[in-house]
């Protein structure tokens, strides 16, 4: 196998594949594809009329590096000249356009599909994420670069049609996350939600251990919803982790904005059948794992106000469109709940190969 990713202006590999890159990839590279694209302007690629899921004017965008405002157009050798940092390209829909390029030239340089043997080649169209990390599922600009991820896409499978052949490949398309609405904007629309201070909970926890147990440092770190507790003072104070994490859940249950909160004692003794418990068993890695996991009500993230993240497991986080097409694949649609850990499986399945150790998904129908 082979993985290069975009480092600055440049694609990269690590010595981990190969000793040193390909000369296809240097000569990609001396393109300077990076600088060409942010030497010109992000506007609008459709009428106005034409964007009806954003508004243009809305308070909840953040900005594209140093630009002066969130707004269309954007100059971008402007905001270069301001931000003076080529990773820029990575919050415009032209990180999604040079990837194409680069796969473009792969699936000649590597002769993809060219002989008895299967080839796999994953693309990851980071822009999208990051674009919409940046101006949140309100903007304009994100709704933008999806008209635009559109007709790179159409660029790939074309190419994909000339160099392997239509119905020669099999091609899925899926997210590996969703995004909330912008607390700032469901506010302005008199739904509850918002955004919280993950150390102010950090701090909070401490005091309220201090009350029950003694002044001790008794949370050590916090992050990606886990709690971790500092073992050393809860040794020190001759009480059982068990007990330890027990105590904890419940004070957190009391602060305000938390709606779950699981031990990990209980996720790893346990098996949690309710969706969202189970949701956070398959995420919790025994070895690596906090002691808590906590969840936020709805529409509540932490760390930022603009923009949007994600990572809980409510529907708008989790939902993600799949589809499938090409090899194999009857014409359909179905609404039937499929996760994407059932991906491999359904690809094993349909190549013939054994699934790979972590497979632990089901094998997807699909029927004409
Ligand atoms: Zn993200």
Redesign the pocket.
């Known amino acids: 196998g082979q993985a290069y990713w975009l480092t600055g202006l440049n694609f990269m590999t690590s010595t981990f594949y190969m000793k040193e890159l390909p000369k296809w990839v240097e000569k990609f590279n001396a393109k300077g594809n990076v600088k060409k694209y942010l030497e010109g302007k992000w506007e609008p690629l459709l009428p106005a009329d034409k964007y009806r899921f954003s508004d243009e004017n809305n308070n909840y965008e953040g900005r594209l590096g140093n630009a002066k405002a969130p707004k269309f157009p954007y100059d971008l050798s402007q905001v270069l000249e301001l931000s003076r940092n080529y990773d820029l390209i990575k919050e415009t829909p032209f990180g999604n356009s040079l990837l194409v390029d680069i796969v473009v030239e792969a699936i000649g340089a590597e002769s993809l599909g060219q002989d008895e043997f299967t080839d796999m080649l994953s693309v990851s169209f980071s822009s999208s ?1 990051y674009i ?2 940046q101006y949140g599922t309100e903007a304009m600009e994100l709704e933008d670069s999806y008209y635009r991820l559109d007709r790179d896409l159409a660029r790939l499978f074309n190419a994909l049609d000339e160099k392997v052949g239509k119905g020669e490949y099999l091609a899925f398309l899926t997210a590996d ?1 969703g995004a909330a609405y912008n607390p700032g904007f469901l506010n302005a629309h008199s739904i509850p939600g918002g955004t919280i201070d993950r150390d102010q909970i950090k701090e909070e926890l401490d005091s309220l251990i201090d009350m029950s147990w003694g002044n001790s440092d008794w949370v050590e770190y916090i992050g990606s919803n886990q709690i971790f507790l500092n073992h050393s003072s809860i040794v020190q104070a001759k009480i059982k982790l068990r007990d330890a994490q027990d105590h904890a859940m419940k004070l957190l249950l009391a602060l305000p904005n938390i709606e779950k909160v699981y031990t990990s004692y209980s996720l790893m003794t346990g098996q949690m059948t309710e969706d969202m418990g189970e949701r956070v068993q398959k995420g919790f890695n025994q070895k690596w794992g906090g002691d808590l996991v906590y969840l936020l009500k709805p529409h509540y993230f932490s760390g930022r106000v603009l923009g949007t ?2 990572g809980s497991g409510y529907t708008y986080d989790t939902h993600v469109p799949l589809l499938w097409m090409g090899w194999n694949i009857p014409n359909g649609e179905s609404w039937k709940k499929v996760n994407i850990t059932d991906i491999v499986p359904t690809i094993s399945s349909l190549i013939n190969v054994n699934r790979p150790s972590g497979a632990f998904g089901d094998i997807i129908e699909m029927k004409p």
């Open positions: 994420d919409g990390h996350h993240t994600h």
